[in-house]
Each structure stands twice: as structure tokens, then as C-alpha cells.
């Protein structure tokens, strides 16, 4: 058997060996294009030493008395022709991994794309269903209640217990809710790079000033 027809048994080998769920690249499809090309050159170099040869595929190698033909390099021919079967068999069998590569490669591609519609499709409807911001967090002190419970600086509040975008009028809501629920949970919902981020903040004591450790500004609407 020819060097290319091992070398694309070995390649198929190593292909089928390799681990579970590993992806077809554009890569793979290239290589198996390539020795494609590679198996039809051989393929035509042997049709070209049975050209030389002026036999074929199918001429006879006998006489017309059934003797061994004595004007052709028989040897050459036999070796010719049983190459030439060996590497029809593996091109056909790349011809069919090739399509298989890229049916995979469509899919894959496909795939993708809808998942990327359908998550810009959710990204567009969370945004139109965010009530806007009243309020922002313009500081946090490290160590406070509001760090702990994981309010950043940036943060846009859109709700802050029972105050929300509905009810509030100004920063004295906040306060006289933070006031009234110290030592008790607030639920606190805020946007935060486009996405809603709920926490849940208990005003309390601590070394620095207030029951929050935070600064908090009203958004102009």
C-alpha cells in the first residue's frame, strides 16, 4: 500500500482515538482536504505508469497463447493497479469524512447563531422591562453594611425595601426607611452593567458613620 494511503489510515486512527466530545475545527476539514489532494495525485501518477505502460486499468497482461506478456513491466502494472484500488477505497472514505466535518461545522455554526440571538433577545427584554433608576450609589466604605452586603459604587437603585421607582420623591424616603428597619434585612434591587442585581442590606451599627456606610444620590428624570 502507498506511503499516502498509510499515512491517511494512521491520520484516521489518531482522528478516532482522540477524546470524546473534542470539536471539528476548520483546521481538521483543511488537513483532510489536503491529503485529499495528496490521494488523487498518487492516483493519477499510478493512471499515468499504466499509460506508459499501455495497458489501463483493464488491459489484458497475458498473449493471445496466455503467456505473460513479455513487452510490459507486469510487476509495475499489478503494483499500479492494487495501489490505485487502495486509494479509490480512501478517498472515497475521505470524501465522506470530509462532508461529515463540515455538516458538523454547519451545525455547530447554526447552533451558535441562535443561541446568539436568543441571549441578545433576553439581553433586550430584561432592558425594556427594568423600571428605570431612582437613586445612585456614588460611595462605598469598605468594611460598612453596604459592602457587605455587596453595594458597589455605580450601582443604580431601583428598589430599596418598600421605597421603589413608583413611590419615590426624594432621599428622605430612604432614610426614614433605613431609620425604621435597623437590624432587619432590606431587599435592595439595583442595575448594574445592564443587569438587575438583587442583595438583601441590614442598616446596623458599625465603626464608621451611619447604619449603611454608603452615599447614595438621587437620579434626574
Not at 63 to 76: H, I, W
Amino acid at each position: 500500500m502507498s506511503s499516502t494511503t498509510t499515512t491517511y489510515q494512521q491520520m484516521k486512527t489518531t482522528r478516532e482515538n482522540s477524546p470524546e466530545g473534542s470539536e471539528v475545527t476548520m483546521d481538521d476539514v483543511k488537513n483532510l482536504i489536503k491529503k485529499k489532494d495528496e490521494i488523487e495525485e498518487q492516483i493519477k501518477a499510478y493512471y499515468d505508469v499504466l499509460e506508459d505502460q499501455g495497458v489501463g486499468v483493464e488491459g489484458p497482461l497475458v498473449d493471445e497463447e496466455g503467456y505473460p506478456r513479455a513487452d510490459v513491466n507486469l510487476y509495475q502494472i499489478r503494483t499500479a493497479r492494487h495501489n490505485i484500488s487502495c486509494l479509490q477505497n480512501d478517498h472515497k472514505a475521505i470524501m465522506a469524512e470530509i462532508e461529515e466535518a463540515l455538516h458538523k461545522l454547519h451545525a455547530r455554526d447554526k447552533a451558535k447563531r441562535e443561541q446568539d440571538a436568543t441571549e441578545a433577545q433576553e439581553a433586550m427584554e430584561q432592558q425594556i422591562t427594568l423600571p428605570p433608576p431612582f437613586a445612585r450609589v456614588d460611595a462605598v466604605t469598605e468594611g460598612s453594611p453596604a459592602s457587605g452586603a455587596g453595594l458597589r459604587v455605580g450601582d443604580e437603585i431601583i428598589e430599596f425595601g418598600s421605597v421603589n421607582t413608583g413611590n419615590f420623591q426624594n432621599l428622605q424616603n430612604i432614610a426614614s426607611v433605613v431609620q425604621h428597619s435597623e437590624g432587619k434585612p432590606l431587599r435592595v434591587g439595583v442595575i448594574r452593567a445592564g443587569q438587575k442585581v438583587q442583595m438583601n442590606l441590614t442598616p446596623q451599627r458599625w465603626s464608621g458613620r451611619g447604619l449603611l456606610g454608603c452615599n447614595i444620590v438621587p437620579v434626574q428624570r
